[in-house]
């Protein structure tokens, strides 16, 4: 496997820089990918896609600060992982139906779930993974690859816009 990333360097130099770091390091990358994924032949992959990286940017890797290469490599596999972990649970959590949401009570004419149809998918999407699936502010953004704040904002916006639609009473009051 070595082979195939020095392959991606041209420089004699810099090859032998990234064959020190990757016989230093790879271990710690893996068991670093492994507690993310919980999988081993996924952790491996992050690590391959991690020293793909590496070696496509070995040049800019400072060796000279020391602690720097390990947190460079080791956050270089962390997120590798969390890109796998996010492609592999998305679809399962972006395919997440209104049909999930509770009815509303009593004679409403269609309550809470048309409300929530009737959002822009922005705001429906990060309402249903935060409110629905629970997941926190920081992990709707590292899924949906959006900050933080705008993740806040988006559900923020999205409260209210529900806010509107369902009025007063609590009713739909669609458009």
């Known amino acids: 496997m070595l082979m195939m990333y020095l392959a991606l360097i041209d420089d004699p130099i810099q090859r032998g820089k ?24 996924l ?22 600060v020391p602690g720097m290469v390990k947190a460079y490599v080791l956050t270089a596999a962390r997120n590798a992982a969390r890109n796998i972990w996010n492609r592999e649970h998305k679809a399962e959590i972006l395919t997440l139906d209104v049909e999930q949401l509770p009815d509303t009570q009593g004679d409403e004419p269609l309550g809470l779930r048309a409300a929530v149809d009737a959002l822009p998918l922005l705001y429906r999407e990060v309402l249903m993974l935060r409110y629905v699936q629970g997941l926190s502010y920081e992990e709707v953004a590292a899924l949906l690859h959006r900050p933080e704040g705008t993740v806040r904002q988006q559900v923020a916006r999205g409260k209210k816009r529900l806010e509107q639609l369902l009025g007063e009473e609590g009713t739909f009051h669609g458009e």
């Open 43 to 64: 952790a491996e992959d992050a690590v391959q896609e991690a020293f793909i990286g590496i070696a496509r940017n070995i040049a800019a890797i400072d060796d000279t």
């Open 18 to 41: 990234f064959e020190t770091l990757y016989y230093a390091y790879r271990k710690q990358m893996f068991y670093t990918a492994n507690e993310i994924l919980e999988d081993y032949g």
